[in-house]
């Protein structure tokens, strides 16, 4: 699988569990949103680099996180 397939799974199934939270969490779909919108950019041109690939992955971090803290999961 490369890269793309990858991202696109993720991005797939965050975006379902979007629909499943979004009245209660705000801040996830805000995250998920910025995710989709960076994978986005860096498929214009179809092919994805080092940078590209260091931000989006940033992202899926921020989505992690909020969704951690959405559900009290982060420690505190």
């Given at each position: ?51 590209e690939q260091k931000e989006i992955l940033e992202e ?17």
């Amino acid at each position: 699988m490369d890269i793309t397939a990858i991202l696109g799974i993720i991005v797939a199934v965050l975006g379902s569990a979007s629909a499943f939270v979004a009245v209660r969490h705000q801040a996830v779909i805000k995250e998920i949103r910025e995710l989709a919108e960076v994978v986005a950019e860096a498929l214009e041109d179809k092919k994805i680099t080092k940078d590209e690939q260091k931000e989006i992955l940033e992202e899926i971090v921020d989505v992690a996180n909020a969704i951690a803290e959405s559900w009290s999961l982060r420690k505190s």
